[in-house]
T-cell receptor
């Protein structure tokens, strides 16, 4: 069962504009959420995280928003840069389980 | 650089042969994980370890075994490789358990079973 879902396999945006990547989850026990970025032939690298006690976390150009009632989180990248082109994975974990669940990923392409 | 080394980075093997992937960390982290990445599935946990000789199953553990005889090394073994195990395998580490914490990934091992 896919407890974390990224329904958009790909997203293309223009350089300088905002990129919005979405993620939905089904397990109400999830209380910690992360975004990872992955370039081809490399491992995923941690980008930003948010705890369920918050609804927003910002780090430079990256902001993650959490809507617990809708079981939805999003990653905003502004302004988008060509170097942001990568696959982005949403992940979630709960306090009782050592298993972090990942979405299928969204491939972001930022066009110059 | 998370101080994780995976070997081999690329391997082609025949169906039915045993395969062992190695993960070595220099961070002295307690937790180590093996994930596989497949199109449409993201990353799925195979097995993890919470200390020397302490391991547990993940979401997709069938056909895999692991061992951890030293803090720094975590081995993933495919006893008899099948074509469905063709995948990219990522080792990951964390200082504390995954819930509420960040895990850090190695660069991956590409395995093709023919």
């Amino acid at each position: 069962d896919q407890q974390v879902k990224q329904n958009s396999p790909s997203l293309s945006v223009q350089e300088g504009r905002i990129s919005i990547l979405n993620c939905d989850y089904t397990n109400s026990m999830f209380d910690y959420f992360l975004w990872y970025k992955k370039y081809p032939a490399e491992g995923p690298t941690f980008l930003i995280s948010i705890s369920s006690i918050k609804d927003k976390n910002e780090d430079g150009r990256f902001t993650v928003f959490l809507n617990k009632s809708a079981k939805h989180l999003s990653l905003h990248i502004v302004p988008s840069q060509p170097g942001d082109s990568a696959v982005y994975f949403c992940a979630a974990s709960d306090g009782n389980n050592n298993d972090m669940r990942f979405g299928a990923g969204t491939r972001l392409t930022v066009k110059p | 650089d998370a101080g994780i080394t995976q070997s081999p980075r690329h391997k082609v093997t025949e169906t039915g042969t045993p395969v062992t992937l190695r993960c070595h960390q220099t961070e002295n982290h307690r937790y180590m994980y093996w994930y596989r990445q497949d199109p449409g599935h993201g990353l799925r946990l195979i097995h993890y370890s919470y200390g020397v000789k302490d391991t547990d199953k993940g979401e997709v553990s069938d056909g895999y075994s692991v061992s951890r005889s030293k803090t720094e090394d975590f081995l993933l073994t495919l006893e008899s490789a099948t074509s469905s195990q063709t995948s990219v395998y990522f080792c990951a580490i964390s200082e504390r358990q995954a819930s509420g914490n960040t895990i850090y990934f190695g660069e991956g091992s590409w395995l093709t079973v023919v």
